[in-house]
């Protein structure tokens, strides 16, 4: 099936530590995303790809990574520099011109700091 | 900067009413507005969108309704049913190659009273 898949669903940090999130899309897109979701909040946007081995700080990129070595990958590293990482986490992929941008949406990871 | 006002945040209706969400945006050259829902635990999934050369999109029980010169656009929902319950956002982007700015509104929740 096409589509961005996540991993792990579940994920626990402790302090001091720094932990990588997973995704993977095959839909042949050449943009990619990262947003945080808070409880009971909206989107913001972490870091995003336009193109492989490129990437731009979004909004709260401050204590996060990313790599961008192949086209359908996008790892997060949430470091030990991020003092509040407790949050549901937000891959997303989209075209680039053509017929538009639609961003779609994987389904997310839930980390928590023990 | 650019952002997108959604209203309202939550919002009850009866089962069989109808819903209506609205959002204003604050970038004249947005041309590409999409609308997610979002249930519990779960990435969100486009809905509806609606680009800046039509006014109104219907998809069966969700319509979507777009005034430039305001720059405001409202999602419908009729004949609303327990499983339409879930966060809607909105969104506003500019679309066509090396452009990739999303604005999601904050979000609202639908409750569909059976």
């Known amino acids: 099936d096409g589509g961005i898949t996540q991993s792990p669903k579940y994920l626990f940090r402790k302090e001091g530590q720094n932990v990588t999130l997973s995704c993977e899309q095959n839909?042949?897109?050449?943009?990619m995303y990262w947003y945080r979701q808070d409880p009971g909040q909206g989107l913001r946007l972490i870091y995003y790809?336009?193109?492989?081995?490129?990437?731009q700080k979004g909004d709260i990129a401050e204590g996060y990574s990313v790599s961008r070595e192949k086209k359908e990958s996008f790892p997060l590293t949430v470091t030990s520099a991020q003092k509040n990482p407790t949050a549901f986490y937000l891959c997303?992929?989209?075209?680039?011109?053509?017929?538009?941008?639609?961003?779609?949406f994987g389904e997310g990871s839930w980390l928590t700091v023990v | 900067g650019e952002n997108v006002e959604q209203h309202p945040s939550t919002l009850s209706v009866q089962e069989g009413d109808s819903a209506v969400i609205k959002c204003t945006y604050s970038d004249s050259a947005s041309n590409y507005f999409p609308w997610y829902k979002q249930e519990l635990g779960k990435g969100p999934q486009l809905i509806i969108d609606i680009r800046s050369n039509v006014g109104e999109k219907k998809d069966q029980r969700i319509a979507v309704t777009l005034n430039k010169t305001a720059k405001h656009f409202s999602l419908h929902i009729t004949e609303t049913q327990p499983e339409d319950s879930a966060v809607y956002f909105c969104?506003?982007?500019?679309?066509?190659?090396?452009?990739?700015?999303?604005?999601f509104g904050t979000g609202t929740r639908l409750k569909v009273l059976a």
């Open positions: 790809s336009q193109i492989v081995n490129d990437f």
């Open positions: 969104a506003a982007t500019t679309s066509g190659s090396g452009t990739y700015k999303y604005i």
């Open positions: 997303a992929s989209s075209s680039t011109g053509g017929s538009g941008n639609t961003i779609y």
């Open positions: 839909l042949n897109h050449d943009a």
